[in-house]
Each structure stands twice: as C-alpha cells, then as structure tokens.
C-alpha cells in the first residue's frame, strides 16, 4: 500500500506544483546576501521589508520591482 502511494505522489503533475514569481526569487537570493557589505544600510532595510510584505501576501509596486533589480545587479 505504502508503495502505490509513493507512486501516486510522482504521478502529480508539475503543473500544480506553485511557480515562484521573479521577485520571489530575487528576494530569496537577497535574503540570504542581505548582510553582504556591499550593500548599504537602506538596501538592507529594503531587502528585509519587501520580503516581510511577500510573506504577508502582498504583492509588489512596479517600482519596488525595478529596484529589487537594481540591487540584485549590484
């Protein structure tokens, strides 16, 4: 029984498998070099308020966009 529930499991398709946004995925990697010193302080408070506002669900301005990638191009 074990095994054809493990079965089932690979059989899901990929499609219902949720698709990270880019910002998502900017602020995920940016997380994670938000101590970098090669970001100054205001980055960092960015970094971290964005990330906060995604986790609550909220979605992000075209231009906390544009800056997200400013930063990642840093």
Excluded: H, N
Excluded at 57 to 70: I, P
Aim: glycine share 2%; charged share 40%.
């Amino acid at each position: 029984m074990v095994l054809k529930l493990i079965r089932r499991i690979s059989e899901v398709p990929q499609a219902i498998k949720p698709q990270r946004s880019r910002e998502e995925y900017l602020i995920a990697c940016l997380r994670e070099e938000q101590q970098d010193p090669k970001f100054s302080d205001w980055e960092k408070r960015f970094i971290g308020s964005v990330a906060r506002q995604m986790d609550q669900g909220r979605k992000l301005t075209d231009k906390q966009k544009e800056v997200l990638e400013k930063i990642w191009k840093k």
